[in-house]
């Protein structure tokens, strides 16, 4: 079973350090969904785990780069933006 709702709450502790916290909510949280709501927690923390590398490397890209204010996107040929998982050379948009 899939949690029903899952909440994220995010401190900063500095200019490059934060807090998250996870929270999740089930439907059924009798002893006989125990087991299937932990499988379920241990898929969110596998996604979370890799975020956080994905979030590792963008940020050694961006100390890096010489960057300009604005938000961290690359451009895609459509002119939409995206968010890169290269992280290593961010093309920042000005405000």
Sequence with gaps: MKALMDTNLVLPLGVDKCAVVFDYYFADTSKKALTKNRASIKVSEKV????????????????????????????????RASVSTDCSTPTLLAR
Excluded: F, K, M, Y
Excluded at 52 to 60: G, H, L
């Design 48 to 79: 979370q785990e890799e975020d956080e590398a994905i979030a590792t490397r963008c940020s050694a890209g961006w100390l890096r780069a010489r960057n300009v204010a604005g938000r961290a996107v690359s451009a895609t040929r459509s002119g």
